[in-house]
């Protein structure tokens, strides 16, 4: 089963994720991107800024992904596999491309493989510039709060519209609660 955990910078992922290992140790876990050698290169290039056409950028996400399919995602399919991000945020983030044709593009890079449940940490604005103060924040982090908020809202659109099995947490419920949420999500 091909379970992936979204959310906007500061959810509270890498948290959850760590909680995870230690409760399904047998499962796969991986991210987007960089969850392949060839990820990690891409992964570098795209967040050091290499791209200058959002274009660009966005192949380089998608050639990501498409490595990521057949390396991991195809290799591990009588497996859990639990990925940080997946082709959910290549929608998300994309914002100024037409949905449709993203949703095309990325059937087509992961051979129409999508994940088979989706976990969404939903944040409040409030709670997402209490975070943001609290940490150097990167470029993306820095074009604000309404910014990814609106990114948040294309990321449960995207999940209902696909109409992929999905919850959406409270990312500001204790780390404890949002925990035990995301193991009976799982178990389910
Ligand atoms: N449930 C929670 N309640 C309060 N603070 C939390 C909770 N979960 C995580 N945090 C805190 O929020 C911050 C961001 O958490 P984390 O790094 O896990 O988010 P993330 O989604 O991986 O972020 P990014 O995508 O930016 O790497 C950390 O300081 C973490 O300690
Ligand atoms: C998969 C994917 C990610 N992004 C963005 C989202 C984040 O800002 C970064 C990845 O950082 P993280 O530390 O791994 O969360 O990349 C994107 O724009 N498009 C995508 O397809």
Do not use: W
Request: aromatic share 6%.
């Amino acid at each position: 089963m091909y379970v992936v955990l979204e959310g906007i910078d500061t959810a509270g992922k890498s948290t959850q994720l760590e909680i995870l290992k230690s409760k399904f140790k047998e499962a796969v876990f991986t991210k987007e991107p960089g969850g392949t050698k060839l990820g990690i290169k891409l992964r570098e290039m795209i967040l050091s800024g290499e791209a200058q056409s959002s274009k660009a950028e966005m192949f380089m996400f998608l050639a990501d992904r498409a490595e990521h399919t057949e390396e991991i995602i195809l290799k591990n399919k009588d497996n859990l596999i639990i990925s940080d991000r997946s082709f959910i945020s290549g929608i998300a983030y994309a914002l100024n491309e037409d949905m449709e044709k993203l949703i095309e593009l990325n059937r087509f890079a992961t051979s129409n493989n999508f994940p088979n449940k989706v976990i969404l940490l939903e944040l409040t604005k409030n709670e997402l510039e209490k975070r943001l103060s609290k940490k150097e924040n990167d470029s993306i982090e820095k074009r604000g709060s309404d910014y990814l908020l609106s990114i948040q809202d294309r990321l449960k659109q995207t999940i209902l519209k696909l109409k992929i099995d999905y919850i959406f947490i409270d990312a500001s419920d204790s780390i404890e609660n949002i925990a035990q949420k995301i193991e009976d999500f799982i178990n389910d």
